[in-house]
């Protein structure tokens, strides 16, 4: 069973930075598995936030965090990050780990549902 494990979270001031790790088991990066991130805000619907491919590394960023979060992986780890930098009080949200058998191609052009899920790690930002 694929197990999905966030970590990184946490309450940081506006303009500064986290990493958010998440260690994934039961499937392995060599395979062309989509992985990457999600949030939820208070009030607010999901919305995907990033995504990688395990098969050839291309990244995949929604427009509100172009420039400012960066999403990579150690495929020897089974790990994949999120660099979050210049926060904003509108990130603060639960950040989801997710993985999917599709392509992330695929899940990019619509940022639908995804098969795997973690528990989510809370990123608080203050002004």
Do not use: H
């Amino acid at each position: 069973e694929v197990q999905l494990v966030e970590s990184g979270g946490g309450l940081v001031q506006a303009g500064g930075s986290l990493r958010l790790s998440c260690a994934a088991s039961g499937f392995t990066f060599d395979d062309d598995y989509a992985i990457g991130w999600f949030r939820q805000a208070p009030g607010k619907e999901r919305e995907g936030v990033s995504l990688i491919s395990s098969g050839d590394g291309t990244t995949y960023y929604t427009d509100s965090v172009k420039g400012r979060f960066t999403i990579s992986s150690d495929n020897a780890k089974n790990t994949v990050y999120l660099q979050m930098n210049s926060l904003k009080p509108e990130d603060t949200a639960v950040y989801y780990c997710a993985a999917d058998g599709a392509p992330a191609s695929l899940i990019a052009t619509f940022w639908g549902d995804m098969d795997y899920w973690g528990k989510g790690t809370l990123v608080t930002v203050s002004s």
